[in-house]
Nanobody, 120 residues
């Protein structure tokens, strides 16, 4: 089992910056990838950014160049630095970790979600 604790989020003005962090703990053999999803009101949950165990990253098109995902493989944390924020970035952001365990195989785990609101 893996537990995820998110931090960060809040209210920011358009054009501003904000950071999210997620820490994974528990019993697992290896983390395959870590990432962030978001869900705006009335919409489904969508991938924002992901980083693999080898450090390969991919981003949703609208955040490319504005958001940066990074991870610390020793601390098992993943950060999302968001800049030039727009109103359309407003959503609940969820940390996602895919981890392998001997008894569970590869499983997706989710954080509790943190609100990001971009408004003047």
């Amino acid at each position: 089992q893996v537990q995820l604790v998110e931090s960060g989020g809040g209210l920011v003005q358009p054009g501003g910056s904000l950071g999210l962090s997620c820490a994974a703990s528990g019993t697992f053999v290896i983390i395959n990838y870590m990432g962030w999803y978001r869900q705006a009101p009335g919409e489904g949950r969508k991938l924002v950014a992901r980083i693999t165990g080898e450090g390969r990253t991919n981003y949703e098109g609208s955040v490319e160049g504005r958001f940066t995902i990074s991870r610390d493989p020793v601390k098992n944390t993943v950060d999302l630095q968001m800049s030039d924020l727009k109103a359309e970035d407003t959503a609940v952001y969820y940390c996602n970790v895919n981890a392998y365990g001997w008894s569970t195989g590869s499983v997706d785990y989710w954080g509790q979600g943190t609100q990001v609101t971009v408004s003047s």
